[in-house]
């Protein structure tokens, strides 16, 4: 029996099917930067990294997602280099987690090697989530609600969001001078806003333990949906909710991959058919 | 690369970067660096509006200089400047290139003013802080201000 047809380990299926994912990501994040910056070029690579992660579905070694996450790699380093410091954090999650992959793919997979990356992405998570969190209540504008106050005044996302729940005090706050302190008097509203950095830091606590893991993925899922609905990150949004899903069971992990191809292909298409429709 | 030194390398990459978030922080609260960039994890925290003008003298009286006046590497320094100015903070110096911009340009005198506005955490009202930086040409260093022969 050759070697690309010989059957793929569990350990090796859950993480080759993460690492497609983690490509298909690439490649729609490129495609669609290169649509709206007419960039051929990004486009191009888009391709090449979509025939490898599509190749890899069949010639099933890792010889051939070495060979794209290489490329991802470097052109996730190159693009670091050259917009420094002006990267996003979103940016340095992909950059920390493809370098990972790498590392992982550089030697036999089996199920300790799964868990040790298994981990490292629980890790990440974490300090995105929880860091987040923290830094909320650091900055100062969340106990008085003036930074969603303000978004809601300067951002219709945000006003059409809180509009929803209190359409006079979206239009308060939408009306007001910029002299004014930003803050909602809405009690509702207020223990919402305050509310969101402690529900960040809880998702990240919970994806610590292992008996509370599963439950943290999902609070943090939920978190994210929420927050993206707004914030309208979608690609961060998809690919980090991506993340989370793999720290549930790999059996439901697994039956996730079709929903996540489904998702990239949507974002692909309102790109090109929905135009009026923004997001990052 | 066995499992024991795949765990090590991945373990420093994710303490390395939790140890960064505090010393992102320090960054935003001393130097007014962008607390949306950096790998700080501190977006939706404040705004962080930047704008930055360059305004030219010649003999205390406003000349008007464009852009094209200026030298595409310096017009790139500008550029440069502003981004990593916006996103750095007050790490970043302007006096290397004032300098050059006086040096490529007639006018004696320069004033850079930088705006940014943000929240102001205890009255929770969005204010916009302004600095400027005047730049003589009769102060510029000599390595810089000397005309090449």
Known sequence: M??????????????????????????????????????????????????????????????????????VSAMLLFKLITTFPGNSNHFYVELFTSLAILMVLSGPIDEKRKSIFRDYIMWLIVIVLAGSGIQKYLAGTYHNTAFMAYKVFSDPDFHDFYYMFDPAEARRIALQSTDEPFAFQNPFLRIMTISIPAVEILAGLLLLFNRTRVLGALVGIATLIGIE??????????????MMCFQLPDRIFLRLIPLFIVIYILLTGLTLFVPSFIFN | MNNRTLHIVLASIAIIWALWLPVHRFLVVKYDANPWKGA????????HSFDMNLDFYLDGIQI???SGDFTNS?????????VFRKHMGSMIKPDKLAYRLLEESRADMMILS????????????????????????????????????
């Open chain 1, 2 to 71: 050759s070697e690309h047809s010989s059957p793929l380990t569990h350990a090796e299926l859950v993480l080759f099917r993460f690492i497609q994912i983690m490509i298909l990501h690439v490649a729609v994040r490129e495609f669609i930067r290169g649509l709206d910056n007419r960039a051929v070029y990004m486009m191009v690579f888009s391709g090449v990294i979509t025939v490898g992660m599509i190749l890899s579905f069949w010639v099933k070694t890792k010889q051939v997602l070495i060979a794209t996450m290489s490329i």
């Open chain 1, 229 to 242: 609905y707004v914030a309208k990150e979608l690609m961060f949004g998809a690919i980090f909710c991506f």
């Open chain 2, 40 to 47: 700080g994890m501190a977006m939706y925290t404040n705004p």
């Open chain 2, 64 to 66: 008007d200089i464009q």
């Open chain 2, 74 to 82: 310096a017009k790139r320094d500008v550029n440069k400047f502003r």
């Open chain 2, 114 to 149: 930088i705006q940014l506005g943000r929240l102001n955490t205890g009255t929770g009202k969005f204010e916009i802080e302004r600095e400027t930086f005047t730049f003589h040409e009769s102060n510029a260093p000599k390595s810089v201000a000397a005309p090449e022969q």
